[in-house]
C-alpha cells in the first residue's frame, strides 16, 4: 500500500491515511453541505445519533455528526472495505442507500 491511497484503520483515530483518503474525507465535506438535501442531511445525524458505536468506524467520526458523515464516506469509498472492514450495520445501510452505485464486498 502506497502514501496515495493509505490504508482503511477502521475503529483509529482516522479511518484512513495517505492523500486520496484525506480527499475523499475533504469531499465528503462537499457532498453534505453542496448536494444533500436536507432531509438526508437530517436523516444521517439520525443515524449518527442513533448509531451507540461511532467510534467504531473512527475516534473521528464520534467527535461530530459532520465528521462522522466524512468518515463513514471515507470508509465507504476505500479500495480496502468489505469483508471484515465494515461500517456499523446502520451506517453502512445509509452509506448503501445514499450512494448505491458503488458494489460492495
Known sequence: NDFME???????????????????HEFAHHIYYA???HPE???????????PNMAAVSEYAAS??????????CAWTHPEYGGEKRLPLAVEAYMRKTFPAKTRK
Open 6 to 24: 493509505g490504508t482503511l484503520h477502521l475503529g483509529e483515530h482516522n479511518v484512513a491515511d495517505g492523500s486520496e483518503s484525506i480527499f475523499r
Open 35 to 37: 448536494r444533500m438535501s
Open 41 to 51: 442531511q437530517s436523516e444521517w445525524i439520525r443515524v449518527w445519533r442513533e448509531e
Open 64 to 73: 461530530k455528526s459532520r465528521e462522522g458523515f466524512a468518515e463513514s464516506f
